[in-house]
C-alpha cells in the first residue's frame, strides 16, 4: 500500500526538505521501516535503542493517533494518510 507520509520541520532534512513522501507497507511499523531505508538516519529520529517507536514520538493515521488503534501494527491502505509529530518540550529552568 502507499501512503502519503507528513513530515515535520526537524526531520525534513533528511528528506531533501519534503514536507509530504509517499511509503509503501502493509502497516506502521512497514511504512516507517520504508521511511527509514529511503532516508539514512531517519529511523533514527523515529525509533529508540530498542526499535521501538517513543512516547515523545505521535503518529497518526489518518488524523488518529495509533496507539488507540493497533499501535506500530496498525494497517494501512493505499491512500492513507500517516503523519509523524515530535513532542515539544522546554519550559521553565
Known amino acids: 500500500m502507499t501512503v502519503s507520509v ?43 535503542q530498542n526499535r521501538e517507536v517513543p512516547r515523545h514520538i505521535n503518529i497518526y493515521l489518518n488524523s488518529q493517533e495509533i496507539h488507540g488503534l493497533q499501535g506500530a501494527d496498525t494497517p494501512v491502505a493505499d491512500g492513507d494518510q500517516v503523519a509523524i509529530i515530535p513532542a515539544l518540550a522546554g519550559g521553565q529552568a
Open 6 to 48: 507528513y513530515i515535520p520541520s526537524p526531520f525534513r532534512r533528511l528528506t531533501a526538505n519534503c514536507e509530504y513522501v509517499d511509503a509503501e507497507g502493509e502497516n506502521i511499523s512497514q511504512v516507517l521501516n520504508a521511511l527509514a531505508g529511503a532516508f539514512p538516519g531517519f529511523g533514527d529520529l523515529v525509533y529508540d
